[in-house]
């Protein structure tokens, strides 16, 4: 196996090791799927695999910022690297826009309207105009801005009375 094949399987590892971190708040969803991370580094020191993992939080002050964290850092040491590092970037700056189509099915089948595409230029009337992830009606309100954490909102269905909340577009 050629160091270039070595590399791209212990890089795989890594990945499969990330994609098993769940977010804190939305446990069906996760890190990757929700785009936080931008970069993965593996490189070969004095005989040992050195990872570095790039990590964009979703808002400068998430709470759960140091939980995933942490859970990154323990997923790949328990895929077998002891020399990891995650490391918070706010470069590239995370948006909305870097959840996965499978992470967008993912929260719409949690029952969160997921986000809008918005091409980093997010508009009041996004916050407005949310399909409910039940009945799929556009017939819905916005109840509050606020929803239990910085990232939902909450709206109500006049089709299907249901409640919901919606990952808000940033």
């Known amino acids: 196996m050629s160091t270039t094949q070595q590399s791209?399987?212990?890089?795989?590892?890594?990945?499969?090791?990330i994609e098993s971190v769940t977010d804190p708040e939305i446990p069906i969803l996760s890190v990757v799927d929700l785009g936080i991370i931008p970069d993965?580094?593996?490189?070969?020191?004095?005989?040992?695999?050195?990872?570095?993992?790039?990590?964009?939080?979703?808002?400068?002050?998430?709470?759960?910022?140091?939980?995933?964290?942490?859970?990154?850092?323990?997923?790949?040491?328990?895929?077998?690297?002891?020399?990891?590092?995650?490391h918070?970037?706010?470069?590239?700056?995370?948006?909305s826009d870097r959840i996965s189509l499978e992470?967008?099915?993912?929260?719409?089948?949690?029952?969160?309207a997921p986000p809008t595409h918005c091409?980093?230029?997010?508009?009041?009337?996004?916050?407005?105009?949310?399909?409910?992830?039940?009945?799929?009606?556009n017939n819905t309100t916005l109840e509050s801005i606020f929803g239990p954490t910085l990232c939902r909102a909450i709206h109500y269905c006049n089709d299907c009375l249901q409640s919901f909340e919606q990952f808000k577009p940033v």
């Open 8 to 17: 791209a399987t212990t890089l795989l590892r890594v990945r499969r090791a």
């Open 119 to 137: 091409n980093g230029s997010m508009k009041e009337d996004m916050l407005h105009q949310v399909s409910c992830p039940f009945c799929s009606s």
């Open 88 to 95: 918070v970037v706010f470069d590239p700056p995370w948006t």
């Open 40 to 86: 993965i580094r593996v490189q070969q020191v004095d005989g040992r695999t050195r990872v570095e993992v790039d990590m964009c939080p979703t808002f400068a002050g998430c709470p759960a910022l140091d939980v995933m964290r942490s859970s990154i850092k323990s997923a790949v040491e328990e895929a077998g690297f002891d020399d990891v590092t995650v």
């Open 103 to 112: 992470g967008l099915r993912k929260l719409k089948e949690f029952g969160l």
